[in-house]
């Protein structure tokens, strides 16, 4: 594995894409620390460093965490993150599945290219909507549920006007479409997928953060027992355990036997030979704990807009928070739910058996046409149950680890041992490391496994682009570098 990153530089083609999406990567985090104009980031930097010396935190924080990486909290430019393009995709790939007329053009010449437009504006419908609520919050800090305390430490906007709201909105916009944009360049001229790398960096930024509240709270806290010393260390094989168990059940499938008839073509005989067909037990992915993270949120999200701190608003929100029974419960139900919704969506075992029994394939002892369909149907439901008790024990892994470690609910350590980070973080690093085997298989350099090759799609993570050119790359780094520079001074006059 460590010759098969060495080999990695001496692809120049692959070179130059990593090099391009690290580029890109240093982009989005700096676009994430620009302030929105007419907001003090006095007020903010201040607020952070209060909050920075408590130990816990708030599950919305944590979801807010994963898809603006700290945008909302630093009132930054990219403060919506990618979520609304996310929520966008998210629509249309279901309306595909669910109108014909959608499924029709998905399948036609140029169609998939109209629906990426179609979730484009969408997209910006998302975005104005987020960022009006974004913009009303920010004018009146007290009722931000992920900023909570803020207006002690001064008034955050200087001039709330109509012009100030205006602008506030098309900026946050403007910043969504950015990144929008930053994962399409990434997915075509860089490595991996674009969006997917942009929410893992995210994730990856509350690391450092999460390694200083483990370090306080196991060792230099002011209650430190030697209980929690030796806590420390089962964490560590925890984290470990549960890394090598996520990754096994994200790769683990079932595979269908198909055989294929022979068939005789003037002098070359065609088929006859034994293919499989691939099922993966986890077939929904992350979708269902996003699904089901982002409907609880949501509850908690309008009655702060609308009741404010109200009695009877703030003990729906305390049921509804994470630590809460009701939210593991309903949490629970979700995840069944979404995980059998989207597979029913997705998987068409029709459409499946008719491609085989178009193409002379048939499964060993199940007659081709609808016996295969019923076949594969109930296959993939014994398979998505099995997927979806995985989901929910990723989903409550993190409160069960808070809970033995004495952790606070919500606290920033817990989203590294389970939930939506943890499927995210797995997920992206498998298909960046397929991408990269891909390109050495291809320039007969050894992959990352002695034997075979990691297990997953290969054909949806070939990119539609050319690589960057280098002398682009020179350029863009100059930039960066030269930002970075400008930015190290100014922190250090500023000091």
Same mark, same amino acid.
């Given at each position: 594995?460590?010759?098969?990153?060495?080999?990695?530089?001496?692809?120049?083609?692959?070179?130059?894409?990593?090099?391009?999406?690290?580029?890109?990567?240093?982009?989005?985090?700096?676009?994430?620390?620009?302030?929105?104009?007419?907001?003090?980031?006095?007020?903010?930097?201040?607020?952070?460093?209060?909050?920075?010396?408590?130990?816990?935190?708030?599950?919305?924080?944590?979801?807010?965490?994963?898809?603006?990486?700290?945008?909302?909290?630093?009132?930054?430019?990219?403060?919506?993150?990618?979520?609304?393009?996310?929520?966008?995709?998210?629509?249309?790939?279901? $309306?595909?599945?669910?109108?014909?007329?959608?499924?029709?053009?998905?399948?036609?010449?140029?169609?998939?290219?109209?629906? #990426?437009?179609?979730?484009?504006?969408?997209?910006?419908?998302?975005?104005?909507?987020?960022?009006?609520?974004?913009?009303? #919050?920010?004018?009146?800090?007290?009722?931000?549920?992920?900023?909570?305390?803020?207006?002690?430490?001064?008034?955050?906007?200087?001039?709330?006007?109509?012009?100030?709201?205006?602008?506030?909105?098309?900026?946050?916009?403007?910043?969504?479409?950015?990144?929008?944009?930053?994962?399409?360049?990434?997915?075509?001229?860089?490595?991996?997928?674009?969006?997917?790398?942009?929410?893992?960096?995210?994730?990856?930024?509350?690391?450092?953060?999460?390694?200083?509240?483990?370090?306080?709270?196991?060792?230099? !806290?002011?209650?430190?027992?030697?209980?929690?010393?030796?806590? $420390?260390?089962?964490?560590?094989?925890?984290?470990?355990?549960?890394?090598?168990?996520?990754?096994?059940?994200?790769?683990?499938?079932?595979?269908?036997?198909?055989?294929?008839?022979?068939?005789?073509?003037?002098?070359?005989?065609?088929? !006859?030979? #034994?293919?499989?067909?691939?099922?993966?037990?986890?077939?929904?992915?992350?979708?269902?704990?996003?699904?089901?993270?982002?409907?609880?949120?949501?509850?908690?999200?309008?009655?702060?807009?609308?009741?404010?701190?109200?009695?009877?608003?703030?003990?729906?929100?305390?049921?509804?928070?994470?630590?809460?029974?009701? &939210?593991?419960?309903? !949490?629970?139900?979700?995840?069944?739910?979404?995980?059998?919704?989207?597979?029913?969506?997705?998987?068409?075992?029709?459409?499946?058996?008719?491609?085989?029994?178009?193409?002379?394939?048939?499964?060993?002892?199940?007659?081709?046409?609808?016996?295969?369909?019923?076949?594969?149907?109930?296959?993939?439901?014994?398979?998505?149950?099995? !997927?979806?008790?995985?989901?929910?024990?990723?989903?409550?892994?993190?409160?069960?680890?808070?809970?033995?470690?004495?952790?606070?609910?919500?606290?920033?350590?817990?989203?590294?041992?389970?939930?939506?980070?943890?499927?995210?973080?797995?997920?992206?690093?498998?298909?960046?490391?397929?991408?990269?085997?891909?390109?050495?298989?291809?320039?007969?350099?050894?992959?990352?496994?002695?034997?075979?090759?990691?297990?997953?799609?290969?054909?949806?993570?070939?990119?539609?682009?050319?690589?960057?050119?280098?002398?682009?790359?020179? &350029?863009?780094?100059?930039?960066?570098?030269?930002?970075?520079?400008?930015?190290?001074?100014?922190?250090?006059?500023?000091?």
């Amino acid at each position: 594995m460590i010759s098969a990153f060495a080999n990695t530089w001496k692809v120049p083609e692959l070179r130059d894409r990593i090099l391009f999406t690290l580029a890109l990567i240093v982009i989005v985090r700096l676009g994430v620390h620009i302030t929105l104009p007419g907001v003090d980031a006095s007020v903010i930097e201040r607020w952070m460093e209060e909050s920075s010396k408590e130990d816990g935190g708030n599950a919305l924080g944590a979801m807010l965490q994963i898809f603006a990486g700290g945008g909302l909290q630093q009132a930054g430019i990219f403060a919506l993150g990618i979520m609304p393009y996310i929520s966008a995709s998210i629509m249309v790939q279901l $309306m595909t599945a669910v109108v014909p007329k959608l499924s029709r053009l998905s399948r036609e010449d140029g169609g998939r290219a109209k629906i #990426t437009q179609y979730t484009r504006y969408i997209t910006i419908a998302i975005a104005l909507v987020q960022g009006y609520f974004v913009t009303k #919050t920010l004018a009146n800090p007290e009722t931000m549920f992920y900023m909570q305390g803020i207006e002690k430490y001064g008034q955050l906007v200087y001039d709330p006007s109509a012009v100030w709201q205006v602008l506030t909105v098309i900026t946050l916009v403007s910043g969504t479409l950015l990144l929008m944009w930053i994962g399409d360049q990434m997915t075509e001229r860089g490595i991996g997928n674009g969006t997917s790398i942009i929410i893992t960096v995210n994730i990856i930024a509350a690391l450092p953060g999460a390694l200083v509240q483990t370090w306080k709270h196991f060792v230099t !806290g002011a209650d430190v027992t030697p209980f929690r010393s030796i806590m $420390m260390v089962v964490l560590i094989l925890l984290l470990v355990l549960v890394i090598a168990g996520t990754i096994a059940i994200t790769q683990a499938q079932r595979r269908i036997a198909v055989q294929y008839a022979k068939r005789v073509v003037g002098r070359k005989q065609f088929g !006859g030979q #034994t293919q499989y067909l691939p099922l993966k037990v986890n077939y929904a992915g992350v979708m269902p704990i996003i699904f089901a993270t982002a409907i609880l949120s949501l509850p908690a999200m309008m009655l702060t807009w609308v009741a404010g701190n109200a009695p009877w608003a703030i003990r729906i929100q305390t049921e509804l928070a994470m630590g809460g029974t009701w &939210y593991y419960i309903l !949490g629970g139900i979700f995840i069944f739910f979404f995980s059998y919704f989207w597979v029913a969506t997705m998987f068409q075992p029709s459409q499946i058996s008719e491609d085989l029994k178009r193409n002379g394939g048939y499964i060993p002892g199940v007659r081709p046409g609808k016996p295969t369909a019923e076949f594969l149907d109930f296959t993939m439901t014994r398979l998505t149950f099995a !997927g979806a008790i995985f989901l929910t024990l990723i989903f409550i892994l993190p409160a069960v680890v808070g809970k033995a470690a004495e952790l606070p609910p919500g606290s920033m350590v817990t989203q590294f041992f389970g939930g939506t980070s943890l499927l995210i973080l797995v997920g992206v690093v498998l298909d960046i490391m397929r991408q990269v085997e891909t390109h050495l298989l291809q320039r007969h350099y050894d992959g990352f496994l002695r034997k075979g090759k990691l297990k997953g799609r290969y054909d949806r993570l070939a990119q539609t682009g050319n690589a960057a050119s280098s002398t682009a790359l020179v &350029y863009l780094w100059a930039v960066i570098g030269l930002i970075v520079v400008v930015a190290a001074a100014a922190w250090i006059a500023a000091k």
